[in-house]
């Protein structure tokens, strides 16, 4: 058995590449079969590939494939799976049951919640901001004041409407310009716009100007705004006697809003979103903290 | 498809003079062949058949493999009576519900660090079991290892030893050969499939899994993962055997760095078996007072090489320590009449030592066999009384990132949170909700009372939490909160910290 071949080194020493590096060879041992079948494996694939799928673009279009895979329409046909799949789980529930119901359901109500925060980041963030704090007259929806009402049914309809948006039955309010328009002086506006912001407890102002803006209050603005300056939000006229000022309440803001009015706009929905996803909407907004 | 020539002729030339007395022994000399078959692209593996022995090396291996397949076999069926509505399986992974049950302990998707320290003590061990004793790991309890052996033990039953599995394969095919042949591998097949069935009992209650599979009623997954298992487990443990170990594994490369001379491994103790001679030779060499070797290059050693390796090379790659050639050569010592022990467990150092007309040097304590065994002591301590000590209660409170607070109409200020109670107890439980940093402030939960938080057995609820302080408090921009849930039935308490946020 002296002849049976040694670990090691043989005689004449492995292939190498016959590259070297800092005095190290590579040694060009051949690869496992089972490896190099594999690759070829792989390449047979690719061919088989581009025969059966599409692969290779053309002048003006591409290579079909035997196959017919088109994964644009695999995309639309996700995309209907996704829809029958969210009526499945009650889309469709959501659409004709009541905000009521959907507020007792449970399940329904964690739905609505769902969709409402994503429809909600896609269609009103823009305004009223991501966390729907809004901003110098865009409402914050997350506080319990409310120009046009607080309640679900009430919301439901300012974002189906919208505000002075030029749909039919959209909330129309009309805060004049009392300044421009010449309906009230430069002093009524100052007194006006100081007795104004006592109502919410801001002090500041000289009780001589206090009775005068009284006046001229009880004259000119009670009527929308109500005798307390509570607000009313059939017509969207806010309460001036609560802590929240949608358009400031420095004493420069408020004699701006006298003298110019106020016509905030909000659009319309309906028919750019549909019913179900207004009522999720409307539970979303309700139920961030300020609904009432 | 520009497959270049086998290398079939230059390997198979030596197989060819006799199968009996063949002179290539696996990856070593297919490498010494490969200058003849230089330009191929590729090199065959040659088939290693190793020839059975009996030892002590081979009884512990049949032991283990007995034990090992036996708990993964069986482990499913295993029951544990842990109250009603929860799974009565001893082990089980439910993905479903996302929850692992071993015994007593049951374990929550967070729960997974203690996964990871599971994984940080499994390589401290190995990295233990290494430094005192080389590839117990890999010789003895290594899956690739246990299933190799036992498909072998199946080979080996149906087409016999080393010899004639050697005749049957340079022997054109007959019915015999093809009958011997198919059996093996309906057998092997069958094996596999029921480490893959044996695999998804794992994931579900075992009974009514074995039950379903019977009928075909069981999921499409199950059935999926056992034909990918029955596949891997036939191709590993039959085909690819030693070339898993050679080629796939990362450890054998790793195992270099954490073994030492002083590491105990099976090594052919050269300074007692050089220079190899024939016995009668040694005999009379002995006689004349000249130096002869105990190893009388019988190649018992090789021939039984699951590995297709010679041992008396020295510590190499390929070499999983098994203990079988130690078994093999054991053997032809006993029947020498010489001492037994060639090749066995020794260290690097005591051989070198030895050689050198020393005594032994090598000690089992040494700074790294320490600082492992402290490792796995501290890592294995520190997951025990993590695990002992966790509570199964749980609040983690998140203060809503915008708005951080929302001035109210009436000039209050309110904060929102959200709240998580973990209950990981098997029963529902209600929890008394406390806030306390702020004594003006009043609590609100949507949906619900602070004074009963309602979670389901086994589960977790979120809340959400409105704090509302009122316009006469004076606020900070920060004032610290701390929320505690309690339990009052068990007095269980949980609780964290957060703050409450003005402008």
């Known amino acids: 058995m002296t002849d049976t071949p040694q670990a090691g080194t043989p005689p004449t020493g492995p292939e190498t590449t016959g590259h070297e590096w800092d005095g190290i060879a590579e040694y060009n041992n051949p690869l496992p079969r089972w490896w190099l079948i594999t690759l070829y494996a792989t390449i047979a694939w690719a061919f088989a590939y581009w025969i059966a799928y599409p692969a290779w673009p053309l002048l003006t279009g591409y290579t079909g494939g035997l196959l017919g895979y088109s994964q644009r329409e695999a995309v639309l046909g996700e995309v209907e799976a996704v829809r029958r799949d969210r009526d499945a789980r009650g889309q469709a529930q959501l659409a004709s049951a009541s905000l009521d119901a959907i507020r007792a359901d449970p399940a329904l109500l964690r739905l609505a919640l769902a969709t409402g925060k994503a429809a909600f980041g896609d269609n009103c963030a823009g305004c009223h901001g991501g966390s729907a704090t809004g901003a110098t007259g865009y409402p914050n929806l997350q506080d319990d004041d409310w120009l046009w009402g607080g309640t679900p049914e009430a919301i439901e309809r300012t974002i189906r409407t919208g505000a002075r948006s030029g749909h039919g039955e959209t909330h129309l309010g009309d805060m004049p310009a009392f300044g421009r328009d010449g309906l009230l002086t430069r002093a009524q506006i100052q007194a006006v716009a100081g007795y104004v912001l006592s109502l919410s407890g801001r002090p500041g102002t000289p009780a001589a100007t206090l009775d005068a803006g009284r006046e001229v209050f009880a004259g000119t603005c009670a009527g929308c705004h109500g005798e307390t300056g509570t607000g009313n939000p059939e017509m969207g006229a806010p309460n001036l006697a609560d802590a929240i000022s949608l358009y400031g309440a420095s004493p420069e803001q408020v004699v701006a809003t006298i003298s110019h009015g106020r016509k905030g706009v909000m659009p319309a929905w309906e028919g750019r979103l549909d019913p179900a996803t207004i009522k999720s909407l409307a539970v979303y907004v309700h139920g961030l903290g300020g609904g009432r | 498809m520009p497959l270049a020539e086998p290398t079939q002729p230059a390997v198979a030339a ?142 080996r039953l149906i087409e016999g030893d080393r010899r004639a599995r050697l005749k049957r394969d340079a022997a054109p095919w007959t019915a015999e050969k093809l009958a011997r042949r198919g059996a093996k591998h309906a057998v092997w097949l069958v094996i596999a499939w029921w480490t893959g069935g044996a695999w998804v009992l794992y994931f579900a209650d075992a009974p009514t899994l074995v039950g379903q599979l019977a009928t075909f009623r069981a999921p499409p997954v199950a059935y999926a993962a056992i034909l990918i298992l029955t596949a891997t487990t036939y191709t590993l443990a039959g085909h690819m055997r030693e070339q898993v170990c050679t080629y796939m594994c990362p450890w054998p490369r790793i195992q270099g760095s954490l073994t030492d001379a002083h590491s105990l491994n099976i090594l052919y103790r050269r300074d007692r078996g050089e220079p190899r001679t024939a016995v009668k030779k040694a005999a009379a060499l002995r006689a004349a007072g000249q130096p002869a070797g105990d190893c009388v290059d019988c190649f018992a050693c090789v021939t039984a090489c699951p590995a297709g390796i010679d041992i008396r090379d020295g510590l190499q790659l390929d070499c999983i320590q098994c203990g079988l050639c130690a078994d093999a050569c054991d053997t032809v010592m006993t029947r020498l009449g010489r001492p037994t022990g060639l090749i066995g467990y020794d260290t690097e150092a005591n051989c070198r030592s030895r050689a050198e007309g020393r005594g032994p040097v090598s000690r089992m304590l040494r700074p790294r066999t320490i600082l492992y065994g402290l490792l796995v002591a501290g890592v294995g301590g520190f997951m025990l009384t993590s695990l002992a000590t966790r509570s199964l209660t749980g609040l983690s409170v998140l203060h809503d990132r915008n708005p951080q607070f929302v001035p109210l109409s009436d000039g209050s200020i309110r904060n929102g949170f959200t709240l998580r109670i973990v209950n990981k107890r098997p029963v529902a439980r209600r929890f008394a909700l406390a806030v306390e940093g702020l004594p003006e402030a009043r609590v609100e939960v949507v949906g619900g009372t602070p004074e009963a938080l309602a979670v389901p057995a086994d589960a977790t609820q979120e809340f959400r939490v409105l704090v509302f302080a009122p316009r006469a408090a004076r606020l900070a921009p920060t004032t610290p909160l701390s929320f505690r849930i309690t339990d009052p039935a068990s007095d269980e308490t949980a609780g964290t910290r957060d703050h409450f946020k003005a402008p």
């Open chain 2, 14 to 155: 030596p197989m060819a003079a006799g199968p009996g007395r063949t002179k290539t022994f696996g990856l070593r000399a297919t490498r010494a062949a490969i200058p003849a078959v230089s330009g191929s692209l590729y090199a065959a593996r040659t088939k290693i058949h190793p020839e059975a022995v009996r030892g002590t090396f081979r009884t512990i291996k049949w032991v283990l493999l007995a034990v090992t397949l036996g708990i993964y076999y069986l482990v499913p069926f295993l029951r544990w009576d842990r109250g009603p509505g929860a799974p009565s399986q001893a082990v089980l992974l439910d993905l479903d519900r996302g929850r692992f049950y071993a015994f007593a302990i049951e374990l929550w998707p967070q729960d997974v660090t203690y996964v990871m320290g599971l994984l940080i003590l499994a390589a401290f061990v190995l990295f233990l079991m290494n430094a005192v004793a080389g590839r117990v790991w890999c010789g003895y309890v290594c899956p690739q290892t246990v299933w190799t052996d036992l498909f072998m033990a199946v080979e």
